[in-house]
């Protein structure tokens, strides 16, 4: 069987773990055939570790004529890139899933995908049970009723800082602080880069003007726990997720990535 072309947009952390998962033969099916990020010398030392190009820019990406682009690097990339990937042939995977928080681009990726062909698969990151949450939503939306849906996370006072949301008092506090309480739009003004769990939790229910998110402060937390609930008439689900790094986070691309060639899909 003819491997599956794999081409890696983001040489950070994340995207060195997806390459290593590649060197590893976790994911014999694909081929790595170039990698594209920001920093030079990361995309360098990326390429030469998964034994591939170091692209220059994402025509240069496309050329090789890969059958998936994976995305670890920002929403702002993904606005960039996408339609260009999709109506070039290739499918995307998407882990900055913030970046259809914004309905338009959302409504041109999801018709360019369409037309060409080509699929937008979104990666669950730092949380999962999506195949879930959509179920309940279904099922109420066939009943005509709206999903009920919320988000909590909880987050160590540090992770706050350089963001709007944190104040000094935080890192004495002795006891758990609310430091957001709206929608997920409402976050999306206040913190439009790093709310890619909400917007994909949100997607998922009941929609972003609707999901009633949360975020507090714990004093001494290190890492994020992210717990989403949907409930409907005689319905309820829980998705309870923590993680102490990000590393779920490109581990979820590669479980992704293993879950459309096999067989049996989960």
């Not at 040489?11 to 920093?39: F, K, M, S, W």
Request: hydrophobic share 40%; aromatic share 4%.
């Amino acid at each position: 069987m003819d491997k599956k072309r794999l081409a890696i947009v983001g040489c950070g952390h994340l995207g060195n773990i997806v390459t290593d998962a590649c060197c590893q033969g976790l994911l014999p099916e694909y081929e790595l055939v170039g990698v594209l990020g920001r920093d030079k010398a990361h995309v360098a030392a990326m390429a030469q570790k998964g034994n591939c190009p170091a692209c220059g820019s994402l025509e240069e990406l496309l050329d090789t004529k890969p059958d998936y682009v994976a995305e670890m690097a920002s929403v702002q990339m993904v606005k960039d890139m996408a339609e260009t990937v999709l109506s070039h042939g290739a499918n995307l995977v998407v882990l900055s899933i913030g970046a259809f928080a914004d309905q338009a681009f959302y409504q041109r990726v999801q018709d360019t995908a369409r037309k060409h062909g080509t699929r937008v698969h979104i990666a669950s990151g730092a949380v999962g049970g999506f195949d879930v949450l959509r179920t309940i939503t279904l099922m109420e939306a066939v009943n005509n009723r709206t999903v009920q849906a919320k988000m909590v996370t909880e987050k160590g006072p540090g992770s706050l800082k350089h963001s709007p949301l944190f104040q000094e008092h935080l890192m004495t506090d002795t006891k758990e602080t609310e430091v957001f309480s709206g929608s997920t739009k409402d976050a999306i003004a206040i913190l439009p880069t790093h709310v890619n769990v909400s917007v994909a939790a949100s997607l998922a229910t009941s929609g972003t003007e609707q999901l009633d998110f949360h975020i507090i402060s714990v004093p001494g937390m290190a890492g994020d726990d992210h717990r989403i609930t949907a409930e409907g008439e005689g319905l309820k689900a829980t998705v309870d997720v923590y993680s102490r790094t990000s590393d779920i986070a490109a581990w979820s691309v590669v479980a992704l990535l293993k879950n459309l060639v096999s067989p049996i899909m989960f």
